[in-house]
């Protein structure tokens, strides 16, 4: 059982060409996913495609450039290897008449002991910025 769950509604508006997708940041804090749920709702009949991105990089589908197209339907996939960073992604596009919402969720875990994640600089006691 993953120890938090994260969820995002994602609108993909009307319009929006394949050949031009629109990218949807889907930040969380340094976790290890460990599953990702993605719940289409009724209504698409196909004119909605997208694909999940961690850093960028595209993970789900696997096969790169390819998309997702659905609906009415929950989809699931278990991560045996879980990708911590936090900076996920969805690319989407929408060839329809209407705006469609995808819903989004990742089941995480707390990072494995011994990672490390990249740190924010503080800033100095007496610096000033613009000087």
Do not use: C
Request: glycine share 10%; charged share 15%.
């Amino acid at each position: 059982m993953a120890r938090e769950v994260y969820s995002f509604p994602v609108t993909i508006p009307a319009g929006t060409l394949e050949s031009a997708p629109l990218t949807f940041n889907l930040t969380t804090p340094p976790r290890a996913v460990v599953e990702i749920d993605v719940r289409i709702p009724p209504g698409p009949r196909g004119l909605v495609g997208f694909a999940i991105s961690a850093a960028g990089a595209q993970v789900l589908p696997t096969n790169l450039g390819e998309w997702f197209i659905g609906d009415n339907e929950p989809l699931s996939w278990p991560l045996k290897s879980p990708i911590d960073s936090g900076a996920w992604q969805l690319t989407g596009w929408n060839t329809g008449q209407y705006d469609h919402t995808l819903y989004v969720v990742f089941q995480v875990d707390l990072p494995a002991e011994g990672v490390v994640t990249r740190a924010q600089p503080l800033p100095l006691p007496g610096l000033t910025q613009g000087g």
